[in-house]
């Protein structure tokens, strides 16, 4: 069931991707600040109190209708609620949008935009970029973008799925990353901020959450692409980045690709508009220190289509063997 469930999501949300201003992220915004306002009182039991309320209930929730669906109308419907969830915590249109507006940008020359869009996309301040930094801090972005919005859930779908759990894995990644840069995002604006106990617990908690998704996305990634380089800038070059996640997936897909990755890092800035705003599908913190670089080409317009390739086969790679496992389970 998890295989059709993923199937049905990702096509579906190929033809009609969420809007970026829709009522479900609005709600998961709302929710979070609720959980924050009520439930941290600036302790550091007070802020794992407050996490669990804002990821861990929702999860409870999507599993409680779940299970409730199975038992009293079949699996049927509980496959249509997998695969509405998947719908929301699950897709690529949720950030591709930025990536093919920056790659259009750059194939028709066009610098001064690319970086506008950047800028827009990251909250960042783009005006200064080369064009190789431009195509750097776009592979970066969207690669990252790509394992916290697809690979990530897949996994923690995927392994919960198998026990039962319904869709209560989506949920509680994608929950627990969009809180911790929520709750980061509203301390830099001073607007109802999230205490520092509130958001260590939240990045805590995010770092264990993620260390087997990052691990299980650079392994996918150095196996369609250039695998004796991916494992060896993994091994050699991860350690080369602040967050120690992150630094997997980059240097996986540094040596998959053969492009630089890492180096100095953009400084967040206000919205073209003079107001900072919260992009849903950013990738990053807002204030990213500066890493090392990994061995590799200089990036060029030309890795983006490689990038586009690698992750679609690691799309590929995962459908293959979610089919494989469903098969088995059939004909065991």
Same mark, same amino acid.
């Given at each position: 069931m998890s295989f059709f469930a993923i199937l049905f999501a990702l096509l579906i949300e190929q033809v009609r991707p969420l809007a970026r201003h829709n009522p479900i992220h609005a709600g998961l915004r709302a929710w979070a600040r609720w959980a924050s306002r009520n439930f941290d009182a600036g302790k550091a039991h007070h802020g794992w109190i407050a996490w669990c309320v804002a990821v861990v209930l929702p999860a409870l929730a999507a599993l409680g209708i779940h299970w409730a669906l199975v038992f009293w109308v079949g699996w049927p419907a509980a496959m249509l609620w997998s695969v509405a969830v998947l719908y929301v915590t699950l897709g690529f249109r949720q950030f591709s949008h930025h990536f093919t507006a920056i790659r259009d940008a750059l194939d028709a020359g066009d610098e001064e935009r690319a970086r506008e869009l950047l800028a827009q996309w990251q909250q960042v301040d783009a005006a200064e970029l080369p064009r190789r930094e431009i195509v750097r801090h776009v592979i970066e972005y969207s690669v990252l973008a790509a394992h916290r919005h697809v690979f990530?859930?897949?996994?923690?779908?995927?392994?919960?799925?198998?026990?039962?759990?319904?869709?209560?894995?989506?949920?509680?990644?994608?929950?627990?990353?969009?809180?911790? @840069?929520? %709750?980061?995002?509203?301390?830099? !604006?001073? +607007?109802?901020?999230?205490?520092? =106990?509130?958001?260590?617990?939240? $990045? @805590?908690? %995010?770092?264990?959450?993620?260390? !087997?998704? +990052?691990?299980?996305?650079?392994? =996918?990634?150095?196996?369609?692409? $250039?695998?004796?380089?991916?494992?060896?800038?993994?091994?050699?070059?991860?350690?080369?980045?602040?967050?120690?996640?992150?630094?997997?997936?980059?240097?996986?897909?540094?040596?998959?690709?053969?492009?630089?990755l890492g180096g100095e890092a953009l400084r967040s800035a206000f919205a073209p508009n003079g107001s900072p705003s919260f992009s849903v599908a950013a990738a990053g913190a807002p204030e990213a220190p500066d890493s090392e670089s990994t061995p590799g080409r200089d990036a060029e317009p030309a890795h983006l289509r490689s990038i586009v390739g690698l992750v679609w086969r690691s799309v590929v790679l995962w459908m293959v063997l979610l089919a494989l496992l469903t098969l088995a389970n059939l004909l065991g």
């Open positions: 990530g859930v897949l996994a923690w779908f995927s392994v919960l799925a198998a026990f039962g759990l319904g869709p209560a894995g989506a949920v509680f990644y994608r929950m627990s990353e969009f809180v911790t @840069r929520y %709750w980061r995002h509203r301390s830099r !604006l001073k +607007a109802q901020p999230a205490s520092e =106990a509130l958001q260590s617990a939240a $990045s @805590r908690a %995010w770092s264990a959450i993620d260390w !087997l998704p +990052a691990r299980i996305t650079a392994l =996918a990634f150095a196996v369609v692409g $250039s695998f004796e380089e991916a494992i060896d800038c993994w091994r050699h070059h991860a350690q080369r980045f602040p967050d120690d996640n992150d630094g997997v997936v980059l240097a996986a897909t540094s040596g998959a690709v053969g492009v630089r």
